[in-house]
Protein backbone atom coordinates (compact mmCIF):
# COMPACT_ATOMS: atom_id res chain seq x y z
CA UNK A 1 0.00 0.00 0.00
CA UNK A 2 1.34 3.75 -0.47
CA UNK A 3 1.84 5.85 2.25
CA UNK A 4 0.93 9.85 1.89
CA UNK A 5 3.58 12.52 3.50
CA UNK A 6 2.27 15.95 4.40
CA UNK A 7 4.02 18.64 5.37
CA UNK A 8 2.56 21.65 7.41
CA UNK A 9 2.03 22.99 4.10
CA UNK A 10 0.13 20.02 2.61
CA UNK A 11 -1.67 19.92 5.74
CA UNK A 12 -2.93 23.02 5.49
CA UNK A 13 -3.96 22.77 1.86
CA UNK A 14 -5.99 19.59 2.24
CA UNK A 15 -8.37 21.01 5.38
CA UNK A 16 -11.78 21.99 4.62
CA UNK A 17 -12.25 24.26 7.88
CA UNK A 18 -16.08 24.33 7.56
CA UNK A 19 -16.31 20.27 6.84
CA UNK A 20 -14.13 19.67 9.98
CA UNK A 21 -15.81 21.81 11.65
CA UNK A 22 -18.88 19.87 11.19
CA UNK A 23 -17.31 16.89 11.93
CA UNK A 24 -16.10 17.62 14.72
CA UNK A 25 -18.98 18.56 16.32
CA UNK A 26 -20.85 15.23 15.07
CA UNK A 27 -18.01 13.45 17.16
CA UNK A 28 -18.41 15.57 20.21
CA UNK A 29 -21.83 14.69 20.13
CA UNK A 30 -21.44 10.84 19.49
CA UNK A 31 -18.34 9.80 21.03
CA UNK A 32 -17.39 9.87 25.22
CA UNK A 33 -13.98 11.54 24.60
CA UNK A 34 -11.26 9.98 27.13
CA UNK A 35 -8.44 7.89 27.40
CA UNK A 36 -4.82 8.79 25.79
CA UNK A 37 -5.55 6.82 22.60
CA UNK A 38 -6.42 7.75 19.60
CA UNK A 39 -8.78 5.41 18.52
CA UNK A 40 -12.62 5.32 18.35
CA UNK A 41 -15.08 2.64 18.10
CA UNK A 42 -16.40 2.03 14.30
CA UNK A 43 -14.18 4.63 12.79
CA UNK A 44 -11.82 3.84 9.71
CA UNK A 45 -8.53 4.92 11.18
CA UNK A 46 -6.59 5.09 14.07
CA UNK A 47 -3.17 7.14 15.09
CA UNK A 48 -0.36 7.13 17.06
CA UNK A 49 1.26 10.77 17.39
CA UNK A 50 5.43 10.84 17.67
CA UNK A 51 7.01 14.56 20.18
CA UNK A 52 10.16 15.53 20.21
CA UNK A 53 10.51 18.81 21.75
CA UNK A 54 9.09 21.56 20.04
CA UNK A 55 7.63 18.88 17.03
CA UNK A 56 5.34 15.99 16.30
CA UNK A 57 4.27 14.03 13.79
CA UNK A 58 1.20 11.51 13.64
CA UNK A 59 0.83 8.36 11.79
CA UNK A 60 -2.69 7.14 10.70
CA UNK A 61 -3.31 3.88 10.04
CA UNK A 62 -5.97 1.30 8.89
CA UNK A 63 -8.16 0.47 11.18
CA UNK A 64 -8.60 -2.98 9.55
CA UNK A 65 -5.49 -4.06 8.32
CA UNK A 66 -3.41 -1.62 10.80
CA UNK A 67 -1.45 -0.22 6.85
CA UNK A 68 -0.17 3.17 7.47
CA UNK A 69 -2.48 5.34 5.74
CA UNK A 70 -0.38 8.56 6.10
CA UNK A 71 1.98 10.68 8.34
CA UNK A 72 1.51 14.46 8.56
CA UNK A 73 2.68 17.31 10.42
CA UNK A 74 0.84 17.01 13.99
CA UNK A 75 1.71 20.00 15.28
CA UNK A 76 -0.33 22.46 12.68
CA UNK A 77 -2.83 20.10 12.38
CA UNK A 78 -3.53 19.92 16.30
CA UNK A 79 -3.33 23.91 15.97
CA UNK A 80 -6.31 24.44 13.74
CA UNK A 81 -8.20 21.26 14.99
CA UNK A 82 -8.12 23.16 18.52
CA UNK A 83 -8.97 26.58 16.99
CA UNK A 84 -11.84 24.87 15.03
CA UNK A 85 -13.00 23.18 18.52
CA UNK A 86 -12.62 26.42 20.48
CA UNK A 87 -14.89 28.40 17.76
CA UNK A 88 -17.25 25.85 18.08
CA UNK A 89 -17.24 26.09 21.76
CA UNK A 90 -18.28 29.46 21.22
CA UNK A 91 -21.24 29.23 18.70
CA UNK A 92 -22.63 27.08 21.65
CA UNK A 93 -22.02 28.70 24.71
CA UNK A 94 -21.87 32.44 23.82
CA UNK A 95 -24.51 35.07 23.94
CA UNK A 96 -26.38 35.10 20.76
CA UNK A 97 -25.25 38.72 20.20
CA UNK A 98 -21.87 38.01 20.87
CA UNK A 99 -19.54 40.29 18.15
CA UNK A 100 -16.65 41.55 20.00
CA UNK A 101 -13.64 39.90 20.60
CA UNK A 102 -10.40 39.93 22.75
CA UNK A 103 -7.72 37.94 21.05
CA UNK A 104 -4.87 37.41 24.14
CA UNK A 105 -1.81 35.65 23.16
CA UNK A 106 1.16 35.61 20.16
CA UNK A 107 2.00 33.67 17.10
CA UNK A 108 -0.31 30.97 15.37
CA UNK A 109 -2.22 30.07 17.66
CA UNK A 110 -3.94 33.71 18.24
CA UNK A 111 -4.59 34.28 14.73
CA UNK A 112 -5.54 29.91 13.78
CA UNK A 113 -8.31 30.73 16.89
CA UNK A 114 -9.84 34.56 15.21
CA UNK A 115 -9.59 32.97 11.87
CA UNK A 116 -11.95 30.09 13.20
CA UNK A 117 -14.23 32.41 15.14
CA UNK A 118 -15.45 33.86 12.09
CA UNK A 119 -16.49 31.05 10.40
CA UNK A 120 -19.29 30.51 13.49
CA UNK A 121 -19.99 34.33 14.24
CA UNK A 122 -20.63 37.53 12.34
CA UNK A 123 -17.50 39.46 14.32
CA UNK A 124 -17.36 43.70 14.40
CA UNK A 125 -14.55 44.72 16.74
CA UNK A 126 -11.32 42.60 17.99
CA UNK A 127 -8.74 43.57 20.38
CA UNK A 128 -5.35 42.00 20.37
CA UNK A 129 -2.81 41.82 23.04
CA UNK A 130 0.63 40.28 23.41
CA UNK A 131 3.74 41.19 25.14
CA UNK A 132 5.91 42.17 22.30
CA UNK A 133 4.43 45.82 20.86
CA UNK A 134 5.90 45.56 17.98
CA UNK A 135 4.63 42.56 17.35
CA UNK A 136 1.41 43.00 18.44
CA UNK A 137 1.36 45.83 16.28
CA UNK A 138 2.10 43.91 13.50
CA UNK A 139 -0.29 41.14 13.89
CA UNK A 140 -3.10 43.74 14.09
CA UNK A 141 -2.10 44.57 10.59
CA UNK A 142 -1.78 41.81 9.06
CA UNK A 143 -5.25 40.80 10.47
CA UNK A 144 -7.57 43.56 9.44
CA UNK A 145 -6.06 43.13 6.04
CA UNK A 146 -6.56 39.85 5.75
CA UNK A 147 -10.26 39.30 7.45
CA UNK A 148 -11.29 42.90 6.39
CA UNK A 149 -12.02 44.08 9.72
CA UNK A 150 -11.78 45.95 12.34
CA UNK A 151 -8.77 44.70 14.23
CA UNK A 152 -6.81 46.93 17.03
CA UNK A 153 -3.48 46.45 18.89
CA UNK A 154 -4.02 47.19 22.79
CA UNK A 155 -1.64 47.58 25.12
CA UNK A 156 -2.89 45.67 28.04
CA UNK A 157 -5.11 42.79 28.61
CA UNK A 158 -7.56 45.08 30.76
CA UNK A 159 -7.75 47.02 27.99
CA UNK A 160 -8.96 44.06 25.51
CA UNK A 161 -11.01 42.75 27.40
CA UNK A 162 -13.08 46.14 28.65
CA UNK A 163 -15.69 45.72 25.61
CA UNK A 164 -15.42 42.22 24.60
CA UNK A 165 -18.54 39.41 25.04
CA UNK A 166 -15.43 36.72 23.61
CA UNK A 167 -12.21 36.30 24.64
CA UNK A 168 -9.79 33.95 23.29
CA UNK A 169 -6.74 32.86 25.49
CA UNK A 170 -3.57 31.44 23.98
CA UNK A 171 -0.12 31.17 24.59
CA UNK A 172 -0.21 31.13 28.24
CA UNK A 173 -1.69 34.93 28.63
CA UNK A 174 -3.64 34.66 31.32
CA UNK A 175 -6.47 37.12 32.93
CA UNK A 176 -4.70 37.46 35.97
CA UNK A 177 -6.87 38.92 39.07
CA UNK A 178 -9.01 40.79 36.79
CA UNK A 179 -12.64 40.30 36.76
CA UNK A 180 -14.41 38.83 33.44
CA UNK A 181 -17.30 41.06 32.39
CA UNK A 182 -20.76 39.73 33.16
CA UNK A 183 -22.29 37.66 30.09
CA UNK A 184 -18.63 36.98 28.46
CA UNK A 185 -17.39 33.44 26.94
CA UNK A 186 -14.16 32.76 27.51
CA UNK A 187 -12.14 30.01 25.38
CA UNK A 188 -9.12 28.51 26.44
CA UNK A 189 -8.28 27.35 23.34
CA UNK A 190 -5.30 25.07 24.65
CA UNK A 191 -5.61 24.12 28.15
CA UNK A 192 -2.19 22.51 27.40
CA UNK A 193 -0.28 25.83 27.57
CA UNK A 194 -1.12 26.75 31.02
CA UNK A 195 0.30 25.62 34.00
CA UNK A 196 -2.37 26.84 35.83
CA UNK A 197 -6.13 28.27 35.46
CA UNK A 198 -5.35 31.64 33.83
CA UNK A 199 -8.33 33.23 35.64
CA UNK A 200 -8.56 34.21 39.53
CA UNK A 201 -9.50 31.85 41.62
CA UNK A 202 -12.79 33.99 42.65
CA UNK A 203 -13.41 33.54 39.09
CA UNK A 204 -13.08 30.40 38.22
CA UNK A 205 -15.29 29.50 40.74
CA UNK A 206 -17.74 31.92 39.24
CA UNK A 207 -17.84 30.68 35.59
CA UNK A 208 -19.70 27.78 34.21
CA UNK A 209 -16.69 25.53 32.64
CA UNK A 210 -17.11 23.42 29.90
CA UNK A 211 -14.63 21.21 28.00
CA UNK A 212 -14.09 19.11 25.26
CA UNK A 213 -12.79 15.91 27.47
CA UNK A 214 -12.19 16.61 31.59
CA UNK A 215 -12.00 19.92 32.70
CA UNK A 216 -8.84 20.75 34.48
CA UNK A 217 -9.20 23.09 37.28
CA UNK A 218 -12.87 22.52 38.42
CA UNK A 219 -16.07 20.09 37.77
CA UNK A 220 -17.14 20.72 34.80
CA UNK A 221 -19.78 19.04 31.52
CA UNK A 222 -18.48 18.43 28.20
CA UNK A 223 -19.14 20.31 25.01
CA UNK A 224 -20.45 16.86 24.18
CA UNK A 225 -23.02 16.88 26.96
CA UNK A 226 -24.50 20.58 25.66
CA UNK A 227 -24.47 19.46 22.23
CA UNK A 228 -26.53 16.22 23.76
CA UNK A 229 -28.85 18.28 25.52
CA UNK A 230 -27.98 16.19 28.70
CA UNK A 231 -26.60 19.28 30.45
CA UNK A 232 -27.29 22.71 30.20
CA UNK A 233 -24.55 24.98 28.50
CA UNK A 234 -25.55 28.83 28.87
CA UNK A 235 -28.71 29.48 31.47
CA UNK A 236 -28.91 33.25 31.69
CA UNK A 237 -27.48 36.36 29.77
CA UNK A 238 -25.02 37.37 32.40
CA UNK A 239 -23.36 33.68 32.62
CA UNK A 240 -19.85 33.82 32.14
CA UNK A 241 -19.13 30.47 30.41
CA UNK A 242 -15.69 29.20 30.32
CA UNK A 243 -14.09 26.33 28.06
CA UNK A 244 -11.61 24.67 28.03
CA UNK A 245 -9.79 22.50 24.98
CA UNK A 246 -8.17 19.87 26.48
CA UNK A 247 -6.89 17.93 23.35
CA UNK A 248 -8.26 14.66 23.67
CA UNK A 249 -6.44 12.64 20.82
CA UNK A 250 -9.49 11.33 19.46
CA UNK A 251 -10.35 14.87 18.30
CA UNK A 252 -6.96 14.97 16.62
CA UNK A 253 -7.91 11.72 14.89
CA UNK A 254 -10.47 12.80 12.99
CA UNK A 255 -8.75 16.00 11.61
CA UNK A 256 -6.10 13.65 10.54
CA UNK A 257 -8.58 11.58 8.60
CA UNK A 258 -10.15 14.54 7.41
CA UNK A 259 -7.03 15.59 5.75
CA UNK A 260 -6.19 11.80 4.52
CA UNK A 261 -9.02 11.89 2.95
CA UNK A 262 -9.19 15.52 1.69
CA UNK A 263 -5.47 14.34 -0.25
CA UNK A 264 -6.81 11.63 -2.14
CA UNK A 265 -6.41 13.58 -5.15
CA UNK A 266 -3.80 15.82 -4.39
CA UNK A 267 -0.98 15.27 -6.76
CA UNK A 268 1.60 17.62 -5.27
CA UNK A 269 2.22 14.89 -2.22
CA UNK A 270 4.72 12.47 -1.99
CA UNK A 271 3.39 8.89 -1.63
CA UNK A 272 5.52 5.61 -0.87
CA UNK A 273 5.34 1.70 -0.60
CA UNK A 274 6.61 1.00 2.30
CA UNK A 275 6.37 -2.38 2.42
CA UNK A 276 8.17 -3.10 -0.75
Known amino acids: MLTTFLSRSDVSRNLNALHLLKELREALAKYPLHGDEARLPDFPAWAVVTRTGPHAVLQLHDAAT ?12 STLRA ?15 AKHVAVLGSG ?5 ALKALRLVRSLEHVWVNEEDE ?26 AIAAADLV ?4 GVSLGELKVPAGTHVSIVQASAFNFA ?6 LQHARAFSDGVFPWKQGATLGDVLRATAPGRVDADDVTLFAGVSPPQLDLIAAFHVFEGARHDEGLTRLDLES
Open 134 to 159: AQNFARARALATQLSMDVHDVASVEE
Open 198 to 203: PLSPPE
Open 108 to 112: AAASS
Open 83 to 97: SLVSALAADVLARSD
Open 66 to 77: GGLLAVMDAVHL
Open 168 to 171: LLTG
